[in-house]
Each structure stands twice: as structure tokens, then as C-alpha cells.
């Protein structure tokens, strides 16, 4: 069982989130290319930039397992520990998640992050569009 706290009253969440983000490898984020400075995940997180954003934790040990948002156009983000992982902690975010904040929700995925691929399809997600990035200067 997990819990939901929110990022935005937690004020150990920015330390968790930074390092939750430095365990991400290159395939599994589209959002950005480089690590951020702690004083400019800080400030991002500080701006409140989702409409909803909550640290995962244990409901048992109360230990952070994870984060998982949601943001203004209802797109889902979620990521555990890796110590975490495969424990059932992901989809019980995401229930969760759905059950405070019914309605459609998508989730865009790096399309080279196969574990969060299989993880949407196990949840009964389904493919609707892909998404391409142009260069940002033209060639």
C-alpha cells in the first residue's frame, strides 16, 4: 500500500525529486537532455509547474519510494526508485493518482524506454499518436 503526499507541502520533496531525477538514464526522459543544477530543479519545482505532483511513499515505513504528476493537459509522469521497482508501487500511484483526479489521462513515453512502455500497456493503456521533435535549428 502506498500513500500520496504533495510535493508542493512536503519539505523534504525537492531533495527526493533531485534524486529521483539522478537516477534517470538518457532513454527514459523527454522533458530534458542535461541534469539541472539543485537551485534550478529547486526553482522548477518551486513554481509549481503541475496541476498535481505527489511523492510515493510506503504506506507501512513511510519511506519515499517514488514521485508521480500530473499536469495541466492531464498527462501522467511517474517514477520509482530503483530499489523500489517492480514492488507493485507504480500502478498503485497511478490508481491512486486516478482516483483523486478522475478523468483521461495520457502518458507520453520516451519511445527507447521500453520498461515504461511495457508498464502502460500491463496498465491497459493504448497507443493513440507518436510525437516527433524537429531539430531545433534547421538544417
Not at 526522459?29 to 539543485?38: Q, V
Request: net charge positive; charged share 20%; aromatic share 10%.
Amino acid at each position: 500500500m502506498i500513500t500520496l503526499t504533495s510535493v508542493y507541502r512536503d519539505p523534504a520533496a525537492v531533495d527526493i525529486l533531485y534524486s529521483l531525477m539522478r537516477e534517470r538514464t538518457p532513454e527514459m526522459s523527454i522533458s530534458h537532455n542535461t541534469m539541472p543544477t539543485y537551485l534550478q530543479h529547486a526553482r522548477f519545482v518551486r513554481d509549481i509547474p503541475y496541476a498535481a505532483w505527489y511523492i510515493v511513499r510506503d504506506a507501512t515505513t513511510v519511506e519515499a519510494v517514488g514521485a508521480v504528476y500530473l499536469t495541466r493537459a492531464r498527462e501522467v509522469g511517474i517514477f520509482i526508485f530503483a530499489a523500489h521497482q517492480v514492488k507493485g508501487y507504480g500502478r498503485q500511484a497511478v490508481e491512486e493518482l486516478r482516483r483523486c483526479h478522475p478523468g483521461r489521462i495520457l502518458a507520453n513515453v520516451a519511445p527507447t524506454n521500453e520498461r515504461s512502455l511495457a508498464f502502460f500497456n500491463r496498465m491497459g493503456a493504448r497507443l493513440i499518436q507518436h510525437t516527433f521533435q524537429l531539430p531545433e535549428e534547421a538544417t
